[in-house]
């Protein structure tokens, strides 16, 4: 699991919400070893925290699922 930022120009997409004058998107994938491609793919706006991706998922027993420190928030993992 990992998120990328992707930059964008102010001036060609000024629909994506800026931060400090600087507009993007973030990518969020979730890569599952038994295929080819991702199996979760999740396209938001740079503010919202990796660790708020953790609430969309749909946590499957018996897995594991390993993630940067970006995504570490205790309560959410109880």
Do not use: Q
Not at 4 to 23: I, N, Q, R
Not at 45 to 59: C, I
Request: proline letters at 3%; one cysteine or more; a neutral charge.
């Amino acid at each position: 699991m990992d998120s990328t930022t992707v930059d964008l120009c102010l001036g060609l997409f000024g629909w994506t919400p800026s931060t400090k004058g600087h507009a993007g998107l973030k990518l969020h994938t979730l890569l599952d070893l038994r295929g080819n491609i991702p199996s979760v793919i999740s396209i938001t706006t740079t503010r919202v925290h990796d660790a708020s991706f953790l609430d969309r998922l749909h946590l499957e027993a018996g897995s594991f699922y390993v993630m940067d420190r970006g995504y570490f928030h205790a309560i959410r993992l109880m």
